[in-house]
T-cell receptor
Framework: DAKTTQPTSMDCAEGRAANLPCNHS???????VYWYRQIHSQGPQYIIH???NNETNEMASLIITEDRKSSTLILPHATLRDTAVYYC???????????FGSGTRLQVQP | ETGVTQSPTHLIKTRGQQVTLRCSSQ?????VSWYQQALGQGPQFIFQ???????GRGNFPPRFSGLQFPNYSSELNVNALELDDSALYLC?????????????FGEGSWLTVV
């Protein structure tokens, strides 16, 4: 399984961009990078995913390095409602599971 | 709103009992997965069903079993409940078993074993 490494916690000022890094140095060529977030006591919320190219949707942008060994999730204008645990996940195609790590606890400060 | 609904939202069971949790997947999704999330930890994969067959399983004992029905809804059954089974149980659905598709989660069922 490709493992991911994320900082345990990060702070961000409201209205500023939040940049959440993730290392996945053992990712294989056909594995996607997924980002989910989980607000306390709720189910994980899908944010974005990508394979090689950078991706953007209404929630966030995903920047994947050319060697695919790391990625960054960007929330362009963080709000207090973005306070959550953010999980970077590499899709395990063999078992078809999402393997969650410990995630990054993002605290958006007013 | 993901379209994945789970029931019940909360329940309390006694050690040794059996429990059944239910999940309705998003319309058009034929794959359902179940995850267990203990307090303070990330979700752990239990198993996945595709077209009514189990096609992937995590490191969980056989007393964790499941079903998927022709309408793609699913059940998670846990026999001989143990105190450590207390957790949030999450159902996730997707439209295919291949990598690259989007997987949506429900809000979960909180199980407390006493």
């Amino acid at each position: 399984d490709a493992k991911t490494t994320q900082p345990t916690s990060m702070d961000c000022a409201e209205g500023r961009a939040a940049n959440l890094p993730c290392n996945h140095s053992t990712i294989s060529g056909n594995e996607y990078v997924y980002w989910y977030r989980q607000i306390h006591s709720q189910g994980p919320q899908y944010i974005i995913h990508g394979l090689k190219n950078n991706e953007t949707n209404e929630m966030a942008s995903l920047i994947i390095t050319e060697d695919r060994k790391s990625s960054t999730l960007i929330l362009p204008h963080a709000t207090l409602r973005d306070t959550a645990v953010y999980y970077c996940i590499v899709r395990d195609t063999g078992r078809r599971a999402l393997t969650f790590g410990s995630g990054t606890r993002l605290q958006v400060q007013p | 709103e993901t379209g994945v609904t789970q029931s019940p939202t909360h329940l309390i069971k006694t050690r040794g009992q059996q429990v059944t949790l239910r999940c309705s997947s998003q319309s058009g999704h034929n794959t359902v997965s179940w995850y267990q999330q203990a307090l303070g930890q990330g979700p752990q994969f239990i198993f996945q069903y595709y077209r009514e067959e189990e096609n992937g399983r995590g490191n969980f004992p056989p007393r964790f079993s499941g079903l998927q029905f022709p309408n793609y809804s699913s059940e998670l059954n846990v026999n001989a409940l143990e105190l450590d089974d207390s957790a949030l149980y999450l159902c996730a659905s997707s439209s295919s078993v291949i990598s690259g598709n989007t997987i949506y989660f429900g809000e979960g069922s909180w199980l407390t074993v006493v």
